[in-house]
């Protein structure tokens, strides 16, 4: 059985990794001939728009997924068109993730608190929104935006005169800056069935809109139950098929949801170690309409990005307990090259632990 993936970056990759065990044969579609997951698996190397290349994929493979929400869903219709081949995740949650007034819209319709927010496509309508929400806030580009791209922390007029210099040839977004005390996400699964798996909550660290860090289990058991139940209410409202991820922000015990992701996500990295079955074997399961594994977490997970560049090998793997993983990536500052993942048998250890690799980084980051 073949599984096709639209992109071929970090996220496919080990989405292959993990399918080789279960027999899967996977076939990826990326314009990069040097994308992560056309190392390890066949690749088409074509523009995600390549209509001939994307009926290609239909073709050799009986579910197509994807592992990058910027893909255009109109060549994902081009999939379902030729030869039936079935779309996992609904293309219907990823066109509402990829579009960030969508994303609320979603969110305020299934009671899910979100932040206050208004769409923006002309100076004076950023000007209105200011003046409703205040100051101060994020404008953040409608579509296409991921890492902190496409974005800009207003604290001033003079800063929205800037950011609309930047930003605002686009369709834009303001919504209030959310004084967080914490970010967290929840990631679970929905298959073909209606069986739904989720993973425990993952305290996740930003810097500069990148994830650096994620602890999981994390959290006390109501913001699991809460996070959770809405996750629920989004993977019913799709008739969801794989796996999807929801980040929130906690201030003062109260969950706000931030965004979603319709794929495995890099808060869900530390399942590859540290549960029982990983997120990327689970969607695989859940868009096979296998039975879903097992989510129970095996200890205390610490992962950390690597950014920039994959740092001394023997460095970090002669800290015990450390697993690395390399996309095959080539560096460059700010990018995602590889994570690390340690388990340990309690939070504090591995809090301990995890911000040992962070000093060994000199990542500047650190957590609560
Ligand atoms: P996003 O691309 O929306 O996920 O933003 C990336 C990161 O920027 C988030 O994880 C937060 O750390 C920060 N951020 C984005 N929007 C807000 C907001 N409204 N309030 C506070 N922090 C934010």
Sequence with gaps: MTVGIVGAGQLGRMLALAGYPLGLDFLCLDPARDAPAGQVAPLLTAAFTDRAQLRKLARRCEVVTFDWENVSAESLHVVTRAHGARICPPVAALCAAQDRVAEKRLFEQLAIPTTRWQAVSTRAQLARA??????????????????????????????????????????????ELVPFDCEVSIIGARSVGGETAVYPLCGNVHA?????????????????RRAAGYLRRVLEHFHYTGILAIEFFVLGGRLIANEMAPRVHNSGHWTIEGAATSQFENHLRAILGLPLGSTRPLGHSGMVNLIGSIPDRAGLLKLGGVHLHDYGKKPRPGRKVGHCTLVEPSAARRDARTLRILKDLAADVGFP
Excluded: F
């Design 208 to 224: 500069g809109g990148i994830l650096r860090v994620t602890r999981a289990p994390y959290g006390p058991p109501q913001w699991q």
């Design 130 to 175: 200011i003046a409703r929400i205040g100051l101060p806030g994020v404008l953040k580009t409608r579509r296409l935006g991921y890492d902190g791209k496409g974005q800009a922390v207003l604290r001033s007029m003079e800063d929205a005169a800037r950011a609309w210099e930047q930003l605002g040839s686009a369709a834009l977004i303001y919504e």
